[in-house]
């Protein structure tokens, strides 16, 4: 059965920082593409963030480049996004996918707040 779960949202300053994480099961972690989405109320899910199965490259929305930063543990099949300086538009639920050829895979989302 395959599971991707992620934790690590919550509420936060403005400026302040969090770290995501995606457990996954059930599937080749290693062989798969990992990425982080949003959601915000009123819009459509976006890409934040990207990483490829060997962690060689990495793509990010201009909106977090040099704020946010996806990382990965094969040997844990996980996947992480660090989130600094975060801003009150970053508010959204986040998501991450799993992703091989046709196969993709989605967690159920964590929610981040930015707010004082």
């Known amino acids: 059965q395959v599971q991707l779960v992620e934790s690590g949202g919550g509420l936060v300053q403005p400026g302040g920082s969090l770290r995501l994480s995606c457990a996954a099961s059930?599937?080749?972690?290693?062989?798969?593409?990992m990425s982080w989405y949003r959601q915000a109320p009123g819009k459509e899910r976006e890409l934040v963030a990207a990483?490829?199965?060997?962690?060689?490259?990495?793509n990010y929305a201009d909106s977090v480049k040099g704020r946010f930063t996806i990382s990965r543990d094969n040997a844990k099949n996980t996947v992480y996004q660090q989130m600094n300086s975060l801003k009150p538009e970053d508010t959204a639920v986040y998501y991450c996918?799993?992703?091989?050829?046709?196969?993709?895979?989605w967690g159920q989302g964590t929610q981040v707040t930015v707010s004082s």
């Open positions: 996918k799993a992703q091989r050829l046709r196969l993709e895979y």
């Open positions: 059930g599937f080749t972690f290693s062989s798969y593409a």
């Open positions: 990483i490829v199965s060997g962690a060689i490259a990495t």
